[in-house]
């Protein structure tokens, strides 16, 4: 587990520059993350979210300008130390709930049959799933995939969290019990990434970033972020942003 020694960086990003063919999907991009935070990532669709959490966790290379997580350049050795949760689910539909989750215990190495056993079962009832941990994931709603995808993430304890749009489709008060937790793990260290186009989200974060077009545009805790502008919501103040952008380009 890390520390939450605020000079401790746990995501050190310099000069990032990724392109699909003709299309540039980070531009020069650079962010320092301390360890023991939340991080919220908040942009439209094609600001450039996914691609950066894919870096990250290393199914991506960067074009130009690198990427450390904990220290290291993403691989395989540094891999299960970190919990990633993928927009898209990458669930076995066919297993059950239970069966999925211990199956992410084993790869992301949880040993030890009795506290495996324990962690799966702690995490299942986190997402409040345990009545249905017998059923396969194809008879789940879209909402509970989501949250059986939370728990494959989080069974590990992994020091760092990379959520790609981890609420989506949560109703409103298992999101309250999400971000709880989320907070309990900050305090132990965890470090949070959080890729959300959703204002409530953001809310929850210690410190920002809104994107857009693969650029940062403005950076800070929401309540500096809303102060900074003059804005009463986080909404308001990424127009803000947005807007002088333009008129400075103009």
Not at 94 to 109: H, P
Not at 177 to 198: D, K, M, P, R, Y
Not at 219 to 224: A, I, R, V
Request: charge should be neutral.
């Amino acid at each position: 587990m890390v520390t939450s020694d605020s000079k401790q960086v746990a995501v050190d990003i310099n000069e990032v520059t990724f392109r699909y063919g003709n299309i540039r999907a980070l531009d020069a991009l650079s962010l320092e993350i301390p360890a023991g935070i939340s991080f919220g990532l908040l942009g439209p669709n094609g600001a450039g979210k996914t691609t950066l959490i894919r870096l990250l966790v290393g199914l991506l290379k960067p074009k130009h300008g690198s990427v450390r997580v904990l220290g290291e350049v993403p691989s395989r050795r540094v891999a299960y130390r970190i919990g990633y949760m993928p927009q898209l689910h990458s669930l076995y539909t066919e297993l059950s709930v239970q069966q999925n989750v211990d199956f992410f215990a084993k790869i992301n190495r949880l040993s030890g049959g009795a506290e495996r056993a324990r962690r799966v079962e702690e995490t299942i009832r986190l997402v409040d799933l345990w009545p249905r941990r017998n059923d396969s994931v194809v008879k789940l709603s879209g909402g509970m995939r989501q949250r059986v995808s939370l728990a494959c993430a989080i069974v590990h304890n992994p020091p760092l969290l990379l959520l790609d749009e981890p609420t989506v489709g949560l109703d409103p008060e298992l999101r309250v019990t999400f971000w709880e937790h989320f907070a309990n793990l900050n305090e132990q260290g965890v470090t949070i990434i959080v890729s959300s186009h959703t204002m409530d989200d953001a809310a929850h974060c210690d410190h920002l970033a809104f994107m857009r077009d693969g650029r940062v545009i403005a950076q800070g805790g929401p309540e500096e972020l809303r102060s900074d502008t003059g804005q009463t919501t986080l909404e308001d103040a990424f127009l803000y942003y947005v807007r002088s952008g333009e008129r400075n380009a103009a």
